[in-house]
Nanobody, 120 residues
Framework: QVQVVESGGGLVQPGGSLRLSCAAS????????MGWYRQAPEKQRELVAS???????NVADSVKGRFTISRDNTKNTVYLRMNTLNHEDTAVYYC??????????????WGQGTQVTVSS
């Protein structure tokens, strides 16, 4: 069984910073792309940033220059460093990972989501 668990959300003032973490665990042979999505109230879920196993990144224009995605392959963990947060960043942030399990099956896994609220 494979699990993907996020941590690090919370309440932050405008202009502040947060770091989200997401760890994949369980019966894993390998982890391919990992990424972060977010969903604000009454909006569709959108890609924030993704990173390949080799470290290539894709970052949404709305957060480029403020958010940084990174990963530690030894820990099957992906991070999202968020700086200069504003109200529009308020959303539930979801981790996504494409994982090959011990039966050599590739699957897409989602975390449970972590709330990020930017408010004064």
């Amino acid at each position: 069984q494979v699990q993907v668990v996020e941590s690090g959300g919370g309440l932050v003032q405008p202009g502040g910073s947060l770091r989200l973490s997401c760890a994949a665990s369980g019966s894993i042979l390998g982890v391919n792309d990992m990424g972060w999505y977010r969903q604000a109230p009454e909006k569709q879920r959108e890609l924030v940033a993704s990173i390949s196993s080799g470290g290539s990144t894709n970052v949404a224009d709305s957060v480029k220059g403020r958010f940084t995605i990174s990963r530690d392959n030894t820990k099957n963990t992906v991070y999202l460093r968020m700086n200069t947060l504003n109200h529009e960043d308020t959303a539930v942030y979801y981790c996504n990972a494409r994982i090959v399990n011990i039966y050599w099956r590739l699957g897409e896994y989602w975390g449970q989501g972590t709330q990020v609220t930017v408010s004064s």
